[in-house]
């Protein structure tokens, strides 16, 4: 009996001491993890940077499709000024197509334009 207790105790003495030189499988998925979110953190900085880019890029484009629009306004043609005047009087599309001898789609697309 005395043999049998000794030899357990020597064993559990023996495993104690392996396990300090034992490799931590938790605390390698603790570092993987902590690798996994590191990454996972820049990569998502590194996309609200250039989301935020790519949003100046939009407002500066939406900038100049505005001056453009705004330019293409002041150089209309005698026509386009025609149907203008002629719409603000309140008066038809098809009227204003018969006075300018114009289609009246194409009385409406003018319209829409402005």
């Given at each position: 009996m005395f043999y049998a207790i000794g030899t357990v105790i020597i064993i559990a003495i023996i495993l104690w001491v392996l396990s300090f030189f034992m490799q931590d499988k938790f605390k390698q998925l603790?570092?993987?993890?902590?690798?996994?979110?590191?990454?996972?953190?820049?990569?998502?900085?590194?996309?609200?940077?250039?989301?935020?880019?790519?949003?100046?890029?939009?407002?500066?484009?939406?900038?100049?499709v505005e001056q453009t629009i705004n330019s293409a306004n002041t150089q209309q043609s005698p026509i386009m000024r025609?149907?203008?005047d002629l719409y603000n009087q309140g008066q038809d599309t098809d009227y204003i197509a018969e006075q300018l001898n114009?289609?009246?789609?194409?009385?409406?697309s003018i319209i829409k334009q402005f």
């Open positions: 603790e570092d993987q993890l902590e690798q996994f979110s590191i990454s996972s953190l820049q990569e998502t900085y590194q996309l609200k940077k250039k989301i935020n880019i790519l949003e100046e890029e939009l407002l500066i484009d939406d900038f100049s025609k149907v203008k114009m289609n009246e789609y194409d009385v409406i």
